[in-house]
Structures are given as structure tokens and as C-alpha cells.
């Protein structure tokens, strides 16, 4: 039931964790902001953030609460449990290195 | 902590459904709104926004599928929905389930019902204190019986003194006591009782005390009582105690009342039934005194931590050794005397254990017969749903998905099939419970308890894996392409499916026909011991038992005239033909006692001369139609003084005497060196099964009332009617009652209900076992219906257009019929095989037939043979009807 988690997969992951790390934030804004922060360069495929938010909020990374949107509106607000903030942490490290690998193996060749 | 937080999601979204769905909605739909928002701003009519955000968000119906796969409880909520899937497809198909659930209910009611005995007289530990350690000390004296025996009093006092092995050893002895005092006098079942023997089993009165050491001697008249007896004649009253009994007309000190799930003795401990009250044992002076002699008390004890019983048999065959040296010499060089320790369960259930454990087998047997049918009914209907298992494959359901599925079906159909069986089980017990032989112990203890209950349910599961196994198979290796390829043609499998098929129905009539033999082999020996002679006339005899209490009749005189007076006045009685009394009644004695031929000369390596003895007064022999062959029945002149008389049977006197005539010829009681007086043979009769009518034909004496007196104070009395011998029952009370009205006048019976109460625990046998054949053999024929006719429908098409090119109607039925009946035989050739390697666990409980009686099985066989043929038939005529027009256009 689970997805295999490929690259493109694991990255989501950390981007919605990333994103919520400095405060609750519902899925819309979720991926407005990734947009914007990556200065559109990444675009979430919004029918995928939905079944990672439910995906990360099951494993007890994110929790999920109602409340008021800026135009006042409900809507579900993510945000980080302790648990998903270590877990965040060691995503990020990973990520640093792994993409500092990357990064030297292409000044190499 | 972490994992807290998610069970609670998980339960959240389990139980909370419809909430989580609302909320995944209306977050979608909030994400839906912003992004119209989005694209309005951006200058597009909302119309043209809305459909524009629904493309780029995708379909919003499987993303809520993707989340909810995602809160991962979806294999629960499959679970559900596989249960709700099958109760569906069962309602939908009430034929089948009817006949699939009652199949298994069948099947299971009777493994439940058997089960809960075999679980309440073996399986659980006897209901004293660490029963394993509870042993059962017996003698044994090799030359007489090769069965160990009870033990003679003074020799149980000898155990208990001398023993190294027991923590504590106690002595009890069956008999009766005539209640009487309010109410009707009754006759009811006594036990006299060391005064250790409660501590021993661990067991103590729920009021009042038990007995003391000292109160273990001659002279004190105190009384225990059992639960059930003071409920039933005290009302359960606590001041019970200290109040006085009147037993055998000698007042008894109640001083205490056992607990109400203290049954005691057991079977098997060879002293009668649950005892309604206990007395100290008190051995006398003169039981103590008599060495040698009457082996009749039962000895229990307990062994110390660690000793071994076979560390116990040596210790209790060395005391037997020391005892035989205090025996008079005349019994010291001629006999050897042994002791054994017998582990107490298996004296109480060992007897039955063999009978249970078959009959429990033979219910396994039948079950598997009915998962074999029910394996066969869903092999049918895989085969229907071949189609729709094809669609389901075709549209993405999983192989894995679809099997759970299927074997949800197959659970559902057992637990059903379980639950309708319980309920069959519970009836099933009720009457078993009254119909139970008197030999088989704790009946009491039988329900349906929690370890039946769980039997019941692994029985349930096992079955249902059991059947539900291959048809679920067979499904998941469904073949795509050409199952649906087949487009409307009614589904033809594949052969290795077919001979799937053929090969349960094989097995059923191989099982049913082993069933058969069994049960067979019973009813040969029930016809056998029913047409044993007994060796008298039992139509038309009235009997009845009594005892004269000691305290009232202390002098011999004034028992001979009661009995003498009785007799008299019921042989006025109009209707009586003949009338006498004995001190055993046939088929009901068995004590053999030693005796001594004049001049006989023993060859070399013969046994001890041992007969059965009864003292008779009256016309007891005519009464009962023992048939006089030479000689004369005691008269008038053998009175006390004369010459001491006796009749044998005719065993006896072909032994002793062989072509010679006995009358005249003299014998005494005990050994040789006996000083018991010679009894000179004045009548040989013919030979009386005295114990049950299929122990071996024990020679027997009688001997006068007149002459000899009464050993005891019981009689039996044997009235001859003219007519119905149970409309006599009312006047022998009456004529006893006009003699004493305090005496209970107990066992009143007719010959014809002794003789069915000896043949009881064989009816027993018999009732079940036929019964678990007869519902195999149905099974088994509904087997072989379904299989043919199944066959037939398939071949409906085939059968046509043979028909249209000319095939004879009765070819065709030869050929139906012919393909069932090579199942039949195939069956029916392992049936043989299996029945002959399983049959001679039967042979303790045959009589007069062999384990392989070729007569039984040849005849099972045909009768197995007739009903397969019966049900191919039908399905065969169906096929001699097809109109091989309507044949050939049905495709």
C-alpha cells in the first residue's frame, strides 16, 4: 500500500516538511509557497500533496488541525510533531550530503 | 509516543469514517475554491476557472482514494467488506447455504456433542486434589483371575500399616442402606469410609465435620451426607446436623453434609455408585478376623512426592507377600498373592476410553465426509463464478484480494455451520446424557463448558480452511483469457478439476464404508448377544429386591419367617404362577467362589475350582424357567437336618462328572481341607448366565434357604405371572408392606428390563455408531448425486449429440451411471483396505463376530453399492430426458 519512495517522492516530502517547520500551514499554502520559494521553479503536483500529507500525518511526522484561512475560511492546517521535526533535521543532513555528493561528482567529470 | 498518536489516527479513521471523509472533502474543496480564486484572478470567467482547476488538480475522486489508501486501514475495512461481500453472496444463494450449513452443522454438532463427553469423563483431571497421585491398591491372586481384585479387610489394614510409598492410605466399601423415617422407605446407595478418606481426596463437608480417627471403630452410629441427598430429603436445612437418620432402622448422628460437586466413588472404583451418605468403615472383629476372605473393599491412596508407581508396586507386592504368610496353609502353599498400585484415572476412564475414542473418530469421520461435500457444493459454484472471478481479474482486483475474499466465504459458511452446530449439540447431549450405560463415569461433569465451546470454534476454523482451501485454489488459478474468451458457454473446467472432484467423492465412500463396517460389526454382535440364551424364560417374570435390616431381624429365625411367611402370601396372589427368591439374580452375580469335587483328581496345570454360588428359597428355579435336566428341584424334604442338597448346572456336572451321572455324587465349599460340610447333588439345571450375557457361562450351584440359611439378610424375589408380570408390581409392595411397612421394596423390575439394562452400554455403542454411519452414507450418497448430475448438466450439450446421432437412451444411462459407479468402487476398494486396518480397534467391544467377518463386510458393501447406485440414478434418468433438440439449441 505504501509507495515506493523514488527520489522525486522523498524530495516532496521534505518540501512539505520544510515549508510547515516555521508554522502551521494548510495544503494550498503549502504549494503556494513551495512555488514561490523555489522562485517557480517547482511546481507540486497538487494530486500527489494530498495523499503525502495524509501519508506523512499517519506516520505520526505532521498532525492536522482546523482552522481560520487568511480570507476566513476553515481549512486544515498542518504542522510539525516533535517527532517529524527530528525527523526533518536528519532528512535535510541527508540531503546536504547527498546532493554535495552529486555536486562533486559533476565538477569531476 | 509516537506510535499512541498514530493507533489513535488509525482508530480515528476506522471508527470516525464518515467524519474523516467530510473533513477530506472539504479540505479538497478548499484547495478547489483557492485555486478558482487563483485563475479568476488571472482574468478567466469563473466558469472557465472552475473547469480549469479541476484539470489541473486531477481527479479529485482518486485522490481521496489515494489518501484513504494512505491512513492504511483499508485492510480492515476490506476485512469488513469481504464479511459483508460473502453474507451477500450466501443470502443470495440459500440453497446452497442451506444445504452447506447444515452439512457442516451436522458434522460439527456431532464432534461437539461427542467431544463434550470425551472432554468431561477423559480429558479433565478426576475432581479431587492432585488426582495424579491417587492410586488404586488391588490384589491379585494369578491362579483364580489373572484382574487384579479389592482387597480383603485385614489386608487393608496391612497396607495402610506397612507401606512405605503412601502419604495416606483409606479403605472404602459400597453398599446400601433403607432410609426410612418421613416419606416412603427408599433404598439408597451407602459408602463405609475411612475416616481419612476426605482429607485424603482433599475434600471436606460444607457443613458440619468430617469423621475422626476414633470414630473409626465399632460403635459409633454417625453419618455423613451427600449434597444431593439433603437437599432432596432435609430441604437443604443447616440444622441438619447433630439431627438423627434412621438407616436399616439404627439411628445415625448426622454429623456433616459433603459439597455439592463431590461425587464419590467413581466407576471403576468397583464399590457401586455416588453415595448418598457415608459411615465410618469401623472394620469389626470377625471382618478382621477373615483371612483370606471376602476381597471386597477398594483401597485408595496417595502417593508420597517423587515416589514412582513403580517404586509403589514394589512396596505393596512385598507387604502382599508378607500377608500370604499369615494366610491358614492350606491357602499359603496353594495360591500366590500379588499387589498392584493403579493409577486411579485409569481405573475410573480406562474402561470407556476405548469406546469414547472411537466414537470420537468416527465423528471425525463424518466431518470429514461433510468438508469433503461442502468442498464439493463450492467446487460447483467456483465454477459458475468463474466468470465473475474472470471480470474482477480483468478489472484489477488482486489474485491475493480475491482469495482473502473466497476464504472469507469459506470461514463465514463454517462459523455459521458452527453456530447452527452448537445448537444440534446441545440436543444432542440432553439425550445423551439419559441414554448414557451405567459403566461410563462422571456423566455429571458433561456441558458445554468453555473447553468444548473452544473445541468447537478450532474445529470450525479447521474446517473451514479445510474446505474452503481447494475450491479457493482453483478459483485464483483462474485463466483470463480463456475463461472470458468463452464467452457465453457455460463454463467447462479444466479436467485436473474434475478429477479434484471425483477424488473427494472417492474419498467419502471410502470413510463412509469404513463408518459402515464398524457400525456393521456392532449390530452383528448386538444380534449375536441378543440371541444368546440366557438360559430361563424372562417373559412373564416380575423381580424386586430386599433387605431386612439387622437391628430388627437380629435372630436367623426371624428372617427365614418373613421370607417364608412373604413367599406364602404371594404365592396366593391370583396371577402368580410360580414364585422363590435368590440371593442373585441372573446376569447381575459374578462372585466366584472355591469349592471342592469329591475325588476329583485336577489334571495337571487346571485352574482353582471355582463356581458362582446362590442360596434359593422357594420355587425360584420354576420361576424363572431354569429347565431341571436331571434330578429334582429342592422340595419340602430338604429341611434342615436332612441331607445338605444341592443343584449345579449343567457345566458343572459335565466338568466334574464327564458320562457319568452326578446325582448322589457329593462336593463342599473352599479347599480341600475345607470343614465346611459335603453337599450331596440332587438336580442338575441348565446353565444360567449369571454375570452379563456375553462374560463366558460361569458354572453355578444352588443351594437350599431351607438348609443353608441366609448369608446377609438380601433377597431377590422372582415371581412367574400368568400374565403382564408388571401389573403384579403393586401387590408385591402391598404384600411386603403387610409384613413390615418400613421395608423398601427396591429394584422392582421386570426380567425383560434387567436383561435390557445388561445390554444397555452395547445399545449405546450401537445407537451411535449406526447413527454416524447412516449420516455418512447420506453425506456420501448426496456427494455422489452432486458430483453426476453436475457432470450431467455440463454435458448436456454432449449427451444431445450422442442422442441426435443415435444413441440409445439406455446406453446413455449406462454410461452416467457406469462413471458414478467406477467412483463407488474405487471408494468402496480403499474403504475395504482402511476398514481392515482400523477394525480390530473394535474387538473389545465385538462379540461373537471377528474384526474382519467377511459376512459383514460384503454385506455393507452391497448396501453401499445400492445407495451410490440410487444416486447416479437419478441424475442418469435426467440425461436419458434431454431433448437433444433443446441440447443443441442451449448453447
Not at chain 2, 463448558?449 to 482453483?474: K, N, R, S
Not at chain 2, 477394525?839 to 454385506?859: A, E, I, M, N, Q
Request: net charge positive.
Amino acid at each position: 500500500m505504501s509507495k515506493p519512495t523514488d527520489l522525486v517522492q522523498g524530495t516532496l516530502d521534505l518540501l512539505i516538511l520544510k515549508t510547515i517547520a516555521l508554522e502551521p500551514v494548510h495544503g494550498w499554502g503549502i504549494a503556494q509557497r513551495i512555488r514561490q520559494v523555489s522562485k517557480e521553479v517547482l511546481q507540486v503536483n497538487q494530486g500527489a500533496l494530498y495523499p503525502a500529507l495524509h501519508r506523512l500525518e499517519q506516520s505520526g511526522w505532521i498532525r492536522a488541525k482546523w482552522g481560520e484561512s487568511d480570507s476566513n475560511r476553515r481549512a486544515k492546517f498542518y504542522a510539525l510533531t516533535p517527532a517529524g521535526r527530528k525527523y526533518l533535521e536528519q532528512e535535510e543532513a541527508n540531503w546536504l550530503r547527498l546532493s554535495a555528493a552529486i555536486g562533486l561528482v559533476l565538477e569531476i567529470s | 509516543m509516537r506510535w499512541i498518536y498514530k493507533f489513535r489516527l488509525r482508530l480515528r479513521s476506522l471508527f470516525r469514517k464518515s467524519r474523516v471523509e467530510k473533513e477530506l472533502t472539504e479540505e479538497l474543496r478548499f484547495h478547489l475554491e483557492k485555486l478558482i480564486e487563483e485563475k479568476v484572478g488571472k482574468g478567466l470567467t469563473p466558469e472557465d476557472a472552475s473547469y480549469a482547476a479541476l484539470r489541473e488538480l486531477g481527479g479529485v475522486e482518486q485522490i481521496k482514494e489515494e489518501c484513504r489508501d494512505m491512513r492504511r486501514v483499508n485492510y480492515i475495512e476490506n476485512f469488513a467488506q469481504d464479511v459483508r461481500y460473502g453474507l451477500r453472496m450466501l443470502a443470495k444463494n440459500p440453497g446452497f447455504t442451506a444445504v452447506a450449513v447444515l452439512t457442516l452443522a451436522l458434522g460439527i454438532g456431532a464432534n461437539t456433542a461427542i467431544f463434550s463427553v470425551v472432554d468431561a469423563v477423559i480429558l479433565r483431571p478426576l475432581p479431587y486434589k492432585d488426582p495424579a497421585r491417587l492410586v488404586l491398591v488391588k490384589e491379585r491372586i494369578p491362579m483364580a483371575t489373572p484382574e487384579p481384585i479389592p482387597v480383603c479387610a485385614p489386608d487393608a489394614v496391612q497396607f495402610q500399616r506397612q507401606n512405605q510409598v503412601f502419604e495416606s492410605v483409606a479403605a472404602f466399601r459400597g453398599g446400601q442402606f433403607d432410609l426410612s423415617g418421613e416419606g416412603e422407605p427408599e433404598r439408597i446407595p451407602a459408602e463405609r469410609v475411612n475416616a481419612g478418606l476426605f482429607s485424603l481426596l482433599g475434600v471436606q463437608p460444607v457443613v458440619g465435620r468430617a469423621f475422626t480417627a476414633d470414630e473409626d471403630q465399632p460403635g459409633h452410629s454417625l453419618a455423613i451426607l451427600s449434597y444431593a441427598l439433603w437437599q432432596r430429603r432435609f430441604g437443604a436445612r443447616p440444622d441438619v446436623v447433630g439431627r438423627t437418620v434412621t438407616l436399616d432402622r439404627q439411628p445415625y448422628t448426622v454429623i456433616g453434609v459433603m459439597p455439592r460437586s463431590f461425587v464419590f466413588p467413581l466407576r471403576g472404583m468397583e464399590q457401586g455408585d455416588a453415595a448418598d451418605v457415608f459411615v465410618p468403615i469401623a472394620f469389626t472383629h470377625d471382618e478382621l478376623s477373615a483371612v483370606g476372605d471376602n476381597f471386597n473393599n477398594s483401597v485408595l491412596a496417595r502417593l508420597k512426592p517423587g515416589i514412582t508407581l513403580a517404586r509403589a508396586n514394589t512396596d505393596v507386592d512385598a507387604i502382599a507377600y508378607r500377608i500370604l504368610q499369615t494366610y491358614p496353609p492350606e491357602f499359603r502353599d496353594r495360591i500366590k498373592l500379588e499387589a498392584i498400585a493403579l493409577p486411579l484415572s485409569g481405573q475410573v476412564v480406562g474402561r470407556v476410553r476405548t469406546l469414547l475414542l472411537l466414537l470420537l473418530g468416527a465423528v471425525g469421520f463424518v466431518l470429514l465426509i461433510a468438508c469433503a461435500n461442502v468442498a464439493n457444493l463450492l467446487l460447483t459454484r467456483a465454477a459458475h463464478r468463474q466468470r465473475e472471478i474472470a471480470v474482477r481479474l480483468a478489472l484489477g482486483a488482486g489474485r491475493l484480494r480475491l482469495l482473502r475474499q473466497l476464504a472469507a466465504e469459506s470461514m463465514l459458511l463454517a462459523l455459521l455451520g458452527a453456530g447452527l452446530g452448537l445448537l444440534l449439540a446441545f440436543g444432542i447431549m440432553q439425550g445423551l446424557v439419559g441414554w448414557m450405560p451405567a459403566n461410563i463415569p462422571r456423566v455429571h461433569a458433561i456441558g458445554l463448558d468453555l473447553p468444548v465451546l473452544a473445541f468447537t470454534l478450532t474445529l470450525a476454523v479447521l474446517t473451514g480452511l479445510a474446505f474452503g482451501v481447494v475450491p479457493t485454489l482453483a478459483a485464483s488459478r483462474t485463466d483470463l483469457n480463456s475463461t472470458l474468451k468463452e464467452g457465453g458457454r457455460s463454463a467447462q473446467r479444466g479436467p485436473q478439476h474434475r478429477s479434484l472432484r471425483s477424488a473427494l467423492v472417492v474419498a467419502e465412500v471410502a470413510l463412509s464404508l469404513v463408518l459402515l463396517v464398524g457400525a456393521g460389526l456392532l449390530v452383528r454382535s448386538f444380534e449375536r448377544l441378543l440371541a444368546t440364551q440366557p438360559g430361563f424364560r424372562p417373559e412373564h417374570v416380575l423381580t424386586a429386591s430386599l433387605s431386612v435390616p439387622q437391628v430388627q431381624y437380629k435372630q436367623d429365625q426371624q428372617i427365614r419367617s418373613f421370607y417364608r411367611e412373604l413367599i406364602a402370601r404371594l404365592q396366593q396372589l391370583p396371577g402368580v404362577k410360580a414364585i422363590g427368591a435368590s440371593t442373585d439374580l441372573p446376569l447381575e452375580a459374578g462372585w466366584e467362589e472355591l469349592f471342592t469335587p469329591e475325588g476329583y483328581q485336577p489334571p495337571p496345570g487346571a485352574g482353582l475350582n471355582l463356581c458362582s454360588h446362590s442360596v434359593i428359597l422357594g420355587d425360584y428355579l420354576q420361576a424363572l424357567g431354569v429347565p431341571l435336566l436331571r434330578g429334582r428341584y429342592f422340595t419340602e424334604q430338604d429341611k434342615p437336618g436332612s441331607t445338605p442338597a444341592l443343584i449345579v448346572s449343567e457345566s458343572l456336572a459335565k466338568r466334574y462328572w464327564p458320562n457319568q451321572d452326578p446325582i448322589g455324587k457329593r462336593l463342599k465349599t473352599g479347599p480341600p481341607e475345607s470343614k465346611d460340610p459335603w453337599l450331596t447333588i440332587v438336580g442338575v439345571v441348565g446353565d444360567v448366565k449369571q454375570g452379563p450375557l456375553d462374560a463366558p457361562t460361569m458354572q453355578h450351584t444352588y443351594e437350599s434357604y431351607e438348609q443353608r440359611g441366609l448369608p446377609g439378610n438380601s433377597l431377590n424375589v422372582a415371581a412367574r405371572a400368568a400374565g403382564n408380570p408388571a401389573s403384579l408390581a403393586s401387590a408385591l409392595r402391598a404384600a411386603v408392606w403387610g409384613l413390615d411397612g418400613q421395608l423398601a421394596v427396591a429394584q422392582v423390575r421386570t426380567m425383560g428390563q434387567v436383561i435390557d439394562e445388561s445390554t444397555t452400554p452395547r445399545r449405546f455403542n450401537l445407537f451411535l455408531l449406526v447413527a454416524f454411519a447412516a449420516l455418512a452414507v447420506a453425506l456420501a450418497a448426496i456427494g455422489i448425486y452432486g458430483v453426476i448430475s453436475y457432470s450431467v448438466a455440463q454435458r448436456t450439450h454432449e449427451i444431445g449429440i450422442r442422442m441426435a446421432l443415435g444413441a440409445e437412451r439406455s446406453r446413455v444411462l449406462q454410461f452416467v451411471i457406469g462413471q458414478g459407479f467406477k467412483l463407488t468402487l474405487m471408494g468402496v476398494g480403499l474403504g475395504i483396505l482402511g476398514a481392515l486396518a482400523l477394525t480390530r480397534f473394535l474387538s473389545s467391544l465385538l462379540y461373537g463376530v471377528k474384526p474382519t467377518d467377511p459376512l459383514t463386510f460384503v454385506t455393507v458393501t452391497l448396501i453401499l453399492a445400492v445407495v451410490a447406485l440410487l444416486a447416479c440414478y437419478i441424475p442418469a434418468r435426467r440425461a436419458t430426458k434431454v431433448d437433444p433438440m433443446v441440447a443443441l439449441r442451449y448453447e
